[in-house]
């Protein structure tokens, strides 16, 4: 079936809803395993409770796909220590604030009189850069392909004005090497991946076609809204049920409204002008290669790390923390010992129960009375 038939218009139809949930039936005649690595994906999934209304052999399970929770814990340190620079000021999207450090968090340094500022974009970090020429303003460059370009443009607008005071300290993340990372975990077989709306937008579908190839494993880009995220698990349980009849797998775009092959190449312009390829660490997971970008050269005046004194103490994950098996699809939420008890999305020891996208915290507030 071609993708355009899995194209949905009534997003929340029930009608529509029941129809692809029969179609997942007749295709998931064997247990089927999908990841979905985006964070508003595993946010709608569980708000919708999309996973009671799949049949029992299709289990989803949630990736690494929210990039504070893949942000590792030296570098929250780094963020702390930076907070805590005489003429420094830190300019951060919300929800990094609350993430536990090794032994704070920008929240409790801003409580203690550090200038700590929440902004929206890194323009509005730049505007405070322009306004506070005596200070250092460091932005937290925190994200996938969907924030790495517009924090690019900031970059090079800083050089074009001359703002030497603003600086961003890179925790930039790829997803398409993650992919490649997990799709190699010996401990379980993935069937699919439902692969991530915003993120396509930017590096296009066709960025996923190594996935297919090499690992065989399917790829269906979605949208947010509940029958559109019911479209992928229904067309990869399609593919699935043709892989054993020697089909090979392949992409499948079904959210071509926002997303092309290409995707966006002025963002990817940005993007390739501004940093360069590195290998990077994601906490709970360890070091994947050329998953990271770090900021070039040309502009290394505008890179935290080479601007101020950032080195910090080797950090160890908080005992019982299993963030990074659930970011693997190894456990569920639940499985958790601290999951309810010690570690809530009031008081998270965790980075998947401090971010709203995380699935600790998504699991928690829609999915725990179900289980």
Known sequence: MSD????????????????????????????IALMEVCGTHTVAISRFGLRSML????????????????T????????????????????????MMRVPGSRSSL????????????????ADALAIAEKSRDRKVVFLGVGFETTSPAIAATII???RRGVENFLVLPFFKRVPPALEALAVVPERRL????????VSVIIGSNAYEPIARRHGIPC?????????ILAAVAALAEQASGRAAGRPARVENLYRRAVTEEGNRRAQEAIEEVYEIRDAEWRGIGTIPESGHAIRGRYAACDAREALD???????????????????????????????????????????MVSSEGACAAFHRYERSEH
Do not use: K, N, Q
Request: aromatic share 4%; with cysteine; proline share 12%.
């Open 72 to 95: 590792p814990l030296i570098e929250i340190d780094r963020a702390i220590h930076a907070a805590r620079m005489p003429g420094v000021t830190v300019a951060t999207f919300g929800d």
């Open 4 to 31: 355009a038939a899995f194209e949905v218009s009534g997003l929340r139809s029930p009608e529509g809803a029941a129809a692809l949930i029969e179609r997942i039936r007749s295709f998931a005649i064997r247990p």
């Open 55 to 70: 049949p029992e052999t299709v289990r989803l399970l949630s990736g690494p796909g929210c990039p504070v929770c893949v």
């Open 310 to 352: 950032l080195e910090v103490p080797a950090a160890e994950e908080p005992p019982g923390c299993i963030c990074g098996e659930i970011m693997l699809g190894l456990r569920l939420p639940d499985d958790c010992p601290l999951f309810g008890t010690r570690c809530t999305p009031r008081d998270p020891v965790g980075p998947c």
């Open 107 to 122: 929240e409790a340094e801003r409580a203690g009189g550090a200038d700590i500022r929440i902004v929206y974009g890194p």
């Open 157 to 159: 607008e800083a050089d």
């Open 191 to 198: 069937d699919g991946f439902i692969c991530p709306g915003h």
């Open 220 to 228: 269906a880009v979605a949208g947010f809204e509940p029958l559109e």
